[in-house]
């Protein structure tokens, strides 16, 4: 099945390390959400053919927006497209917007996966990096969810982050176990030039955890969520049994999306070929652009076949099941193990790949050192 990913780009404070297509302009907020419906609208011929069977509502924060706004698109979303009546439906939400009022009406949009922005459970470090809710109000969000029928809610956690102790990021993974949600996504800050926090680093005004300190958070906290009945399935992704986050599964299977709203990116098979685009990052463009009848698409491009295969091998290392070798076979005719033979029998006596008759993939220390495995079949 396809997945679909919609962009909302309003937040109500941007994050001192984020680097993504968002923004405070909620003054074009309506003007924004005419452009977007145009756009769905725009594609629902070009879909007819496929099925959803993921939607994930990303941004920014789409809590953050007008009451009813949520409702209405997803209303458009089952006009245009064939959505699958099982299908994961995810939408994202930063804790100071959760509400009851609005988490009730994503549930009454059909909505039945939660992704809440939690980052840490420190307060002190929470407003070191611009988030502008706090530990209490993480919490009475996922009562909030809890009490309007969530039942799939995920929480994104950070390490690595300024002032942060290996302490402070167990007490964060503590409070999501003690909650007992099902779902926890567990990142590494990346420091993004441009970003204030990129600044307060360069000039030296605001010092990280180096890598070690950062590892060894990383060390304790994965112990103490296998600890705790979570499943590593991705490097950064752990679950109880049966919540994984489908519409993620997706892109590390490097299957098909597509992208509708401001930045978003697509993977589609068109005519037999595999294409990437993405829409512009510029919300005047975006907007005039649609509003002229044109689709605001920038950087389409046909992906060779040795590239496609790359791409698979890239995304599909990163789940702790890995590659499925007959899946390999039936999309590019070969088995994975004969075409990397090489790349592969120099990760396995560095000990950091796993080869069976079903399929190959990085132990824990491949996953450690992902980026170097990868090389190895770049360099192939």
């Not at 510029?282 to 491009?301: A, F, M, Q």
């Not at 999309?331 to 790349?343: C, E, K, N, T």
Request: with cysteine; aromatic share 10%; glycine share 8%.
């Amino acid at each position: 099945m396809t997945g679909l990913y919609i962009h909302i780009p309003f937040c109500k404070s941007k994050c001192k390390y984020c680097d993504f297509v968002s923004f405070p302009e909620y003054e074009r907020e309506d003007i924004y959400f005419v452009a977007l419906i145009s756009e769905i609208r725009r594609y629902a011929p070009l879909m007819k053919d496929r099925r959803f069977g993921t939607v994930f509502i990303g941004g920014g924060t789409p809590t953050s927006l007008k009451s009813g706004r949520i409702k209405a698109l997803m209303d458009e979303v089952r006009k245009c497209f064939d959505i699958d009546e099982n299908a994961e439906i995810t939408c994202e939400a930063n804790p100071e917007s959760a509400t009851e009022e609005k988490l009730m009406e994503l549930i009454e949009a059909g909505i039945n996966r939660l992704s809440i922005g939690m980052q840490s459970a420190s307060d002190s470090i929470l407003k070191t990096i611009g988030r502008i809710h706090t530990r209490a109000d993480f919490i009475k969000s996922v009562e909030n969810a809890r009490t309007v029928g969530f039942k799939n809610i995920n929480a994104d956690i950070m390490h690595g982050l300024p002032t942060q102790t290996q302490k402070d990021y167990v007490s964060a993974l503590e409070l999501a176990a003690e909650l007992d949600l099902p779902h926890i996504s567990s990142y590494s800050l990346i420091l993004e030039e441009g970003t204030p926090l990129w600044e307060s680093v360069s000039n030296g005004a605001m010092e990280l955890p180096d890598a070690d300190e950062t590892a060894d958070m990383e060390d304790a906290g994965f112990i103490f969520l296998n600890e705790k009945g979570y499943t590593r399935y991705e490097i950064s992704n752990f679950s109880k049994p049966g919540f994984e986050c489908r519409h993620n599964i997706n892109y590390w299977d490097n299957g098909e999306y597509l992208g509708v709203g401001l930045n978003s990116h697509s993977a589609l098979s068109l005519k037999g070929d595999w294409t990437r685009f993405r829409n512009t990052d510029n919300l005047s463009e975006y907007i005039s652009e649609l509003g002229e009848g044109k689709l605001p698409v920038r950087d389409t491009r046909r992906i060779e076949p040795d590239e496609e295969m790359f791409e698979t091998i890239m995304l599909g290392l990163r789940k702790c099941s890995g590659i499925s070798r007959a899946e390999f076979q039936k999309r590019f005719g070969a088995d994975m193990a004969v075409l990397y033979a090489p790349a592969i029998a120099e990760l396995e006596l560095d000990g950091m790949i796993e080869v069976t008759e079903d399929s190959i993939y990085l132990n824990n220390r491949g996953l450690d050192f992902q980026n170097e495995a990868l090389l190895k079949f770049m360099e192939q």
